[in-house]
T-cell receptor, first 117, second 112 residues
Framework: GAGVSQSPRYKVAKRGQDVALRCDPI?????LFWYQQALGQGPEFLTY????????KSGLPSDRFFAERPEGSVSTLKIQRTQQEDSAVYLC???????????????FGPGTRLTVL | GNSVTQMEGPVTLSEEAFLTINCTYT??????LFWYVQYPGEGLQLLLK?????DKGSNKGFEATYRKETTSFHLEKGSVQVSDSAVYFC???????????FGEGTQLTVNP
């Protein structure tokens, strides 16, 4: 079946613009994660959903970042008033099982590369 | 907090050479440990995992053993191929949470 998909794959924004990044998880996956990957670095956790509930948003770097998953499927990460330091690849991952099960694998999408000029 | 440290890259090897990529971690409790691989132009893929001390994860000729006494999870392969060229990430997942904490990644290039 289809894996995790993300759109757009590439986004160029001028500083100060708002952007919205979309994630389509694998059908039926309960958990959804967003990570930010700066150039040459490992991914860093941003936020986590279980169905439509945002259970952990401790990794969001500022109140300009907002994520939602209103129907427990597709998720959108919104960045308001983008800054140059927001330039990164934004990765979405989904997993089938619920929180705290040791064996649930996270499946990653290809990412959205955001460049803020 | 939790952290993962990988050996600095990039690493360049000739085909059929032996590969080791070092990974150490800091965590409370008993985390699960993972190696992910990112091929050029593709998303992160799980390569192997280990969920408790002394477990050995293996896949595609790669192996890593969960060493609690040295807080390490080094990745090894006996004979690398050109197709193994990619970025490798070591990661952990806490027992009480589900986020992954990644190392900084190691770029591997294998030349024919």
């Amino acid at each position: 079946g289809a894996g995790v998909s993300q759109s757009p794959r590439y986004k160029v924004a001028k500083r100060g613009q708002d952007v919205a990044l979309r994630c389509d998880p694998i059908s039926g996956h309960v958990s959804l994660f967003w990570y930010q990957q700066a150039l040459g670095q490992g991914p860093e956790f941003l936020t986590y959903f279980q169905n439509e509930a945002q259970l952990d948003k401790s990794g969001l770097p500022s109140d300009r970042f907002f994520a939602e998953r209103p129907e427990g499927s597709v998720s959108t990460l919104k960045i308001q008033r983008t800054q140059q330091e927001d330039s990164a690849v934004y990765l979405c991952a989904s997993s089938l099982a619920r929180l705290a099960l040791r064996y649930n694998e996270q499946f990653f999408g290809p990412g959205t590369r955001l460049t803020v000029l | 907090g939790n952290s993962v440290t990988q050996m600095e890259g990039p690493v360049t090897l000739s085909e059929e050479a032996f590969l080791t990529i070092n990974c150490t971690y800091t965590a409370t409790g008993y985390p699960s440990l993972f190696w992910y691989v990112q091929y050029p132009g593709e998303g992160l893929q799980l390569l192997l995992k280990a969920t408790k001390a002394d477990d050995k994860g293996s896949n595609k000729g790669f192996e890593a053993t969960y060493r609690k006494e040295t807080t390490s999870f080094h990745l090894e392969k006996g004979s690398v191929q050109v197709s193994d060229s990619a970025v490798y990430f070591c990661a952990l997942r806490e027992t009480s949470g589900s986020r992954l904490t990644f190392g900084e990644g190691t770029q591997l290039t294998v030349n024919p």
